[in-house]
């Protein structure tokens, strides 16, 4: 199983971004994806995350600004950022909770990392 991400990039504050994160693999099922990002000399933390029935949850200092959505016919979850800040700079990772089909084994799988940055 794999997640690959997409999107990342350098934009000026106030502008927009979207990545995505298509998994790809041996897949039966997958239950949660997820947003993390983390900031230099930062940890690691959740942004977003979306249920397979759609339900979702953001971190405080995104919401009104960030959209989470999936498409569970292409295993695929984007994240559309809007008004971003220079505090949103960070590496992102997609995440995946997913039930393999060969071996149904539920498990976590992560994305490499697009990097965003946010400045003028």
């Known amino acids: 199983v794999q997640l690959q991400a997409s999107g990342g990039g350098l934009v000026q504050p106030g502008g927009s971004l979207r990545l995505s994160c298509a998994a790809s693999?041996?897949?039966?099922?997958?239950?949660?994806m997820g947003w993390y990002r983390q900031a230099p000399g930062k940890q690691r933390e959740l942004v977003a995350r979306?249920?397979?029935?759609?339900?979702?949850n953001y971190r405080d200092s995104v919401k009104g600004r960030f959209t989470i959505s999936r498409d569970n016919a292409k295993n695929t979850v984007y994240l559309q950022m809007n008004s971003l800040k220079p505090e949103d700079t960070a590496v992102y990772y997609c995440?995946?909770?997913?039930?393999?089909?060969?071996?149904?084994?539920?498990?976590?799988?992560w994305g490499q990392g697009t990097l965003v940055t946010v400045s003028s």
């Open positions: 995440n995946a909770y997913i039930l393999t089909a060969v071996d149904r084994i539920w498990d976590d799988y």
């Open positions: 693999g041996s897949i039966f099922s997958i239950n949660v």
């Open positions: 979306i249920t397979s029935s759609g339900s979702t």
